[in-house]
Every structure is written in C-alpha cells, then in structure tokens.
C-alpha cells in the first residue's frame, strides 16, 4: 500500500484562494490516476476545497483544529502540523509507503505500480524532476534533489506518532519521527538507520513554481544553482505521453 499525504495551506493565509484550489486539483487528479488502484491519499487541511473531479473513498480529507498562521515561521510549524496528523492517520491504517507531496506538485500516475511491485524496499529517492512556471509552455528538467515531492519512505507503525507532541513545532531533525524531520535530510537520516532509500528509475513528480503560494519558496531559499541550472537546461515539449502520465489537461 502507498499513501500520498498533502498537506494543504489555509484559506486565510492563501495570497489568492481560487489558484490555491485549482494547483491543488491539479495535484490531486494527478495522484489519484495512479495505474495501481493500492494507494490512499490523505489530506490535511483547515478548509477543504472545491474538488473539479469526482473521487471514491481512496480520498480522505481531515481537517484540523488549530489557529490559522499568520507569519511565515508559523505557516511552516501549521505545515509539520499537518504532516504530523497525516503520519497519525497512517499509523491508524497500519503503515506501509508513504510520500508526502506539496500541494501544488504534479505527480506521475507510475509511483503507486512501481513502489506496489518492489514490498521489500525501503523507500524511494527521486534524484531529478521536472519544473514547470506557471505560464510557460514547457517544462525543463532539475536535478540535485530531494526537494518537494521527492521521498517514499517505508513506515511501520511504530515509526509514526500516535498523538501530537507537547509542543508542536515545525519539522527539524530534532523530532523523533523520520516523517516530522527536515524534508531534504530524510534520505541521510534513513541511511544512517540502515534503511537506504533506493532511486527511483523515472522521474516522478514536476515541481511547479511562481504560484504565488508555493510553501518551499516562503524563505526564497531557491539556489544559485537551480537558477543557473533552469537558464541553460533545454525546454521540453508537453507531448501526449507526458500530458497522460502527469494528467496534464491544463496546459
């Protein structure tokens, strides 16, 4: 079983709501076209949105009690909220893959029929990706990750939290669960356990960009690197493959 988890920022914090909504069915109608019907995606919210596409029970929205953020060091403690309620749920089903995807990330429908065929692994890494920004007509590829949408980590329960922490804080490595530690360290804290991560052999997931909203990007912590890297990489044409496997239909 894969579970994608999502969590989705608030109405109140959102520069503007209806593209919040309509990046977040993007993502979700991509990850719910899964070739493999064994996955669950789980969404943690304050305010469930309107959905453009009719979805069955493998859809599951929860929606959480907490203040509505109104800095950025508050909407990223809102953001490892979130997660934290999505690992509890996933404990609850009784663990299994998880991915946790940003709202407003494409996902390929390849994920759930390749993690469902390899049960002994660990987990996933995805190396490279592509980026799309908002606008463009193409799309162009990144490398050098993690970053987003980028780990599937193999969770038993006993590696989820079954209830809040004392004192909820934003996801760092000081937190005892793999799934409430810095995104982009998951896959050295996971080796250092004994539990590599192995490298997925297709690109999985568009990372897009300039929504306004995007919750990676509150700090601008966007590197020399992938600044340089998106002004000499090649563009590459959405071609029907493409638009099948990423559920591109917007463009």
Not at 92 to 105: H, I, K, N, Q, Y
Not at 146 to 168: A, C, F, Q
Not at 196 to 208: H, M
Not at 238 to 247: A, G, P, Q, T, V
Request: glycine share 6%; charged share 25%.
């Amino acid at each position: 079983m894969l579970y994608f988890g999502i969590p989705l920022r608030s109405k109140a914090t959102s520069k503007n709501w209806d593209n919040v909504t309509t990046f977040f069915n993007r993502t979700l109608w991509s990850v719910y076209n899964q070739t493999d019907p064994d996955f669950r995606i789980i969404v943690a919210c304050h305010d469930i949105p309107e959905l453009f596409h009719e979805y069955d029970q493998r859809v599951e929205f929860i929606t959480v009690d907490v203040p509505t953020p109104s800095t950025s060091e508050e909407m990223m403690l809102d953001k490892g909220h979130k997660v934290h309620t999505i690992g509890m749920r996933i404990r609850e089903l009784g663990g299994g893959f998880t991915m946790m995807v940003d709202a407003d990330d494409i996902q390929s429908n390849r994920i759930a029929e390749y993690v469902n065929k390899h049960p002994d692994a660990n987990g996933f890494l995805s190396h490279n990706g592509y980026y799309w920004h908002v606008g463009d007509d193409f799309i162009k590829k990144g490398h050098k990750f993690p970053n987003g949408s980028s780990t599937i980590v193999k969770y038993s329960v006993e590696d989820l939290p079954d209830k809040y922490y004392d004192r909820m804080v934003s996801s760092n490595n000081n937190n005892p669960h793999i799934i409430r530690k810095r995104h982009g360290d998951i896959p050295r804290i996971c080796a250092e356990l004994g539990r590599p991560l192995e490298a997925l052999p297709f690109i999985a997931s568009i990372y897009v960009r300039e929504t306004g909203d995007n919750h990676s990007l509150i700090n601008k912590n966007e590197s020399k690197f992938r600044v340089i890297e998106q002004a000499i990489t090649p563009k590459i044409h959405i071609n029907d493959s493409l638009r099948k496997e990423f559920s591109i239909d917007w463009m």
